[in-house]
């Protein structure tokens, strides 16, 4: 989810949780077979899932809730911060045996990140980038997108009624549902992974 302006521009400049879990599955299915380990496996796809979210989960209440970050694009999701731990860590796995939560880590965040650039670019209003290069640079979001984290949310859900009704709104959904209907049918393909992440015998 992005993090800036209000109404529907809010709406459009971000992308919702099943979007960045959709991307990145995608990508790191890819990801699996060429390096030849087949479908993702359960416990992989789990780590997957979970790091699609984590910008969202760090930055977010950052902002939102608790007022310590300037808006809900901050250090998790920065270019210069966030994606480059993030790589970091998955290469450190990678190179200790462990390629699959490495890889997946990698990539669910840095997914996350270039989607929201990706639906800002498309959707948003310019300038994006800088609010991706925080320390040096970030977007301070209005007074009343502060007013709590489920507040926040729900002004979110309630504003997409609204954006429905336009003609960008509905291809900007649209999108987003042909993503998440090619995305279920790759994980119907793959075995549904994830759903069962403590199952033994789990390759790396």
Request: proline share 8%; aromatic share 12%; with cysteine.
């Amino acid at each position: 989810m992005g993090g800036r302006g209000t109404g529907c521009d809010g709406v459009l400049e971000l992308m919702w949780p099943w979007g960045h879990l959709a991307v990145g599955y995608v990508i790191y299915s890819a990801f699996e077979r060429l390096r030849g380990a087949g479908a993702p496996s359960q416990r992989n796809a789990f780590v997957l899932a979970v790091a699609t979210q984590v910008p969202d989960l760090v930055d977010k209440p950052l902002a939102w809730q608790f007022g310590v970050m300037e808006s809900g694009v901050g250090i998790a999701h920065s270019l210069l911060v966030g994606v480059p731990i993030a790589v970091l860590l998955g290469a450190w796995l990678y190179r200790r045996g462990h390629p699959g939560p490495g890889g997946a880590i990698a990539v669910g965040h840095v997914t996350h990140v270039l989607g929201d650039l990706l639906f800002g670019w498309l959707f948003g209003k310019p300038p994006l980038l800088p609010a991706f290069l925080w320390p040096l640079r970030s977007t301070v979001e209005p007074a009343s997108a502060s007013a709590g984290f489920a507040d926040r949310v729900w002004d979110l859900l309630l504003n997409s009624q609204e954006l429905f009704a336009t003609p960008t709104g509905r291809q900007y959904f649209l999108l987003q549902g042909v993503l998440l209907l090619v995305t279920v049918g790759l994980w119907f393909n793959d075995g549904m992974p994830g759903l069962k992440p403590w199952r033994r015998a789990e390759k790396p």
